[in-house]
């Protein structure tokens, strides 16, 4: 694994140094962001010129309306999420870095004895020679599936797809290097890739020789959205020309510890597990539709407590697929659609249901998806593997306002 580690360094290095130096256009809108730009903030860049500094925050308020079969309803109002975030430059805008700080408790979650405070969610570090090349180190998202990858703050809906909570690889500490290929309308590709830890963000306790790799590849057929227009759900924009966006993204992560990857419980035993991800976005004219693939699979994927076997833990198996389809009227009023489907594998489903998810969204933007409001009524279907069914649903709305 230590020669791995010293060739994908290598390799970094000969790649970057090998492309014509250009810091023309090199501003912060990167690939690698963990979240797509409205605006650029409220910034500071010194006389100079040696630093630069975004500061930007954004906030979800939601209230909820849950029924659940068989249960008492639930009426629920909460903060989402609230994020800080710092972006710049020190030195050279070629060297770049993003801070990204959570302080809603559903982000930071509860603190446990002997685990770290988790209200860092992305910290990481950018080596931008030019407009092809981006090389990353720290910690962020990984280049998994769209919806991911896009911002929870540039969704249509409310929150993610059931695919995307339980199939997503989430963010990791490691080292990224992208290069891509854009053009405005003629056929474009990014190609991708990360080595990581494998383990999830703030994670160093028991530290071990378990590692993630990544790769994914994008093709543009018709060139690039309008304003980065792939990092954000609903064509918003209403683009002129139809574009459409084709993915695909392999990821292993060896002797991970959790029960999703990154994410999740933990496993009484490590397991090796392998991720596909593939993803379609078409835009036009105000009109969106996406559809996405996802699997995980991992032999074995029962653990058992090995001081009480009748305690076990599960990696989470199956495959999923989404669909969404939208349309944004002229007065910026938005209709959206989804509608999931969740299969388990034959090892896991006894152990929970197969999933059915319709869901159904009007938004109003009133400056693009950094101030919006949500309403969302989504019903779930549950089956189980006695032949039993469940039926949950619940009406949401949800204000985001950020900079």
């Keep these: 694994m230590r ?8 390799l970094t290095v000969f790649c970057v140094n090998a492309q014509e130096i250009n810091t023309n256009n090199n501003d912060l809108k990167l690939a690698s962001l963990p979240y797509y730009s409205y605006g650029r903030g409220l910034g500071l860049t010194s006389p100079d010129s040696l630093f630069k500094l975004n500061i930007r925050f954004r906030m979800q308020n939601r209230m909820n309306y849950i029924q659940n079969e068989d249960q008492d309803e639930i009426i629920d109002g909460h903060i989402r999420r609230l994020r800080l975030r710092f972006d710049g430059y020190v030195g050279n805008p070629k060297f770049l870095y993003v801070i990204q700080l959570s302080f809603a408790p559903g982000d930071v979650g509860v603190i446990e004895e002997g685990d770290n405070l988790n209200i860092i969610r992305d910290a990481v570090m950018f080596y931008r020679p030019n407009r092809h090349w981006n090389v990353a180190f720290g910690q962020t998202k990984l280049p998994g599936n769209r919806q991911r990858v896009n911002s929870s703050g540039a969704l249509q809906l409310s929150d993610r797809s059931i695919n995307n909570s339980r199939f997503n690889i989430d963010r990791d500490f490691g080292t990224q290097v992208y290069y891509l290929n854009e053009n405005k309308d003629e056929f474009s590709y990014n190609i991708k890739t990360a080595v990581s830890t494998g383990n999830g963000r703030n994670v160093t306790n028991n530290p071990d020789n378990g590692y993630a790799l990544t790769g ?3 093709l543009l057929p018709f060139g690039i959205f309008t304003n980065d227009g792939a990092y954000f759900e609903g064509d ?8 459409l966006l084709l993915s695909a993204a392999y990821h292993v992560n060896n002797k991970a510890r959790f029960t999703q990857g990154q994410l999740g419980d933990d496993l009484y035993e490590k397991r090796n597990m392998q991720s596909i991800f593939l993803d379609g976005v078409f835009k036009y004219n105000g009109w969106a539709f996406m559809a996405a693939y996802m699997n995980r699979k991992s032999d074995n994927a029962i653990t058992y407590n090995p001081l009480d076997l009748s305690k076990f833990r599960y990696v989470f198996v199956g495959e999923g697929m989404d669909y969404q389809l939208s349309y944004v009227f002229k007065n910026n009023i938005e209709l959206i659609g989804r509608y999931s489907t969740q299969k388990l594998e034959n090892q896991i489903k006894t152990f929970s249901p197969n999933t059915h998810q319709y869901s159904l969204g009007v938004t109003k933007y009133f400056w693009e998806h950094a101030f919006k409001i949500q309403s969302e009524l989504t019903l779930d279907e549950l089956q189980y593997v006695s032949g039993d069914t469940k039926n949950n649903w619940f009406v949401r709305f949800q204000i985001e306002i950020g900079i």
């Design 3 to 10: 020669i791995f580690y010293v060739c994908f360094f290598c």
């Design 216 to 218: 994914k590849l994008e």
């Design 236 to 243: 918003i924009l209403r683009e002129q020309k139809p574009k």
